[in-house]
């Protein structure tokens, strides 16, 4: 198996991936939204501007870290 990031060789503590690195440039791939699908479906624009106008309009109280 390789790393999927730069095909060099797994190594079990990071595993699927080689080294931290490419591990993390996985996860930042995943933030900025790099593995997105894109929607052709004008239906999800429109939810969620109405849940983002939603939420300003009434935000939740944020829970407490003690």
């Known amino acids: 198996m390789s790393c999927p990031i730069c095909d060099a060789d797994v190594d079990p503590k990071y595993r699927p991936f080689c080294s931290k690195r490419c591990a993390d440039l996985d996860l930042a791939r995943w933030f900025n939204g790099s593995y997105a699908v894109p929607s052709t479906d004008p239906d999800d624009l429109d ?20």
């Open 47 to 66: 939810e969620l501007v109405e849940a983002m106008e939603e939420e300003l309009a009434n935000p939740q109280p944020k829970p407490r870290l003690s």
